[in-house]
């Protein structure tokens, strides 16, 4: 049972891995801490984090464990092998992928977990960096309902729309839902950008015009401003939209249906890559349509 002096370990101190675990810390929750490079680690540690030398370690201490990593291959190494958190974790923990992952490896996860008398959820979220900040992910998670009414009160913490979307792996379906509708998206909010500019129009006056209508969104209130500012840091980077959205057209295809408008902003997010971009934020599209 999770209680407000249960220790919770988390996996993965990056953009947003961070703001969710310093969320936990001020929420009173004791914290422990593990990720390949320490020093991403540091502004936690200071504040009073506990650092463990390795997934192992983490496991055998804390009662909650939360994943926050970059790809299914760092997921799949986090979790299983005989240093993994399968192996490792106390019976009876609670183990929460918050990672954008295949919905196959979390059903995986969740069996193995299951077999161990360990409690595994998984519970993608959106919002960024701002979101993650401000303790207001949406956060998609897919298990055992019993599960998810006794992690509630973490997820609380960070996020403010909190669904259980049906078994192991459906909050990572979801949050795939969720990255489709970005990607379209996203071109059109770029699209927009360059044709206010080059009718002759301030485009900032423009944003929030279009921004309160049915135009409205994340990326056009959010991350349109940025654009026009050029702030192109990450609150999520472009490597992670492209594994995602490669992930969500894998899936499309393998259940019988095409993506254009996804398989579009694949090619489009790739091109910016390739010029160097991958560690930009997503807002960086822009420069592809401006150039």
Not at 268 to 286: C, F, N, P, R, V
């Amino acid at each position: 049972m999770v209680t407000a002096n249960s220790t919770i370990g988390m996996i993965g101190s990056g953009v947003m891995g961070k703001s969710m675990a310093r969320n936990l810390q001020q929420a009173g929750y004791s914290i422990n801490v593990y990720t390949r490079t320490k020093r991403k680690a540091e502004e936690l540690l200071d504040a009073g984090a506990g650092w463990k030398e390795s997934v192992a370690d983490l496991a055998a201490v804390s009662d909650i464990i939360i994943t926050m990593v970059g790809y299914p291959t760092d997921v799949e190494r986090v979790y299983f092998g005989s240093d993994g958190l399968i192996e490792n974790a106390k019976s009876g923990a609670y183990i929460i992928d918050m990672t954008t992952s295949k919905p196959a490896l979390a059903q995986e996860i969740y069996r193995k977990a299951k077999e161990r008398g360990i409690y595994a959820i998984d519970a993608p979220v959106s919002g960024g960096d701002i979101g993650a900040r401000n303790g207001e992910l949406a956060i998609m998670a897919g298990g055992d309902q019993k599960i998810f009414d006794d992690i509630y009160p973490v997820f609380d913490v960070l996020g403010e729309n909190i669904m259980l979307q049906g078994e192991a792996g459906a909050g990572q379906h979801t949050k795939l839902a969720n990255q489709i509708a970005i990607a379209t998206n996203m071109i059109g909010v770029c699209e927009a950008i360059v044709y206010a500019k080059k009718a002759g129009l301030n485009p900032s006056r423009v944003l929030d015009s279009i921004s309160t209508g049915a135009a409205g969104s994340f990326s056009l209130s959010k991350l349109a401003p940025r654009m026009l500012e050029g702030d192109y840091a990450p609150g999520f980077y472009v490597k992670h939209f492209i594994k995602d959205m490669t992930i969500a057209l894998e899936s499309a295809q393998e259940m019988g249906f095409s993506t254009p408008g996804l398989a579009l902003s694949l090619e489009l997010y790739k091109q910016l890559a390739e010029k160097g971009e991958e560690d930009s934020g997503t807002q960086a599209l822009i420069k592809l349509f401006e150039a």
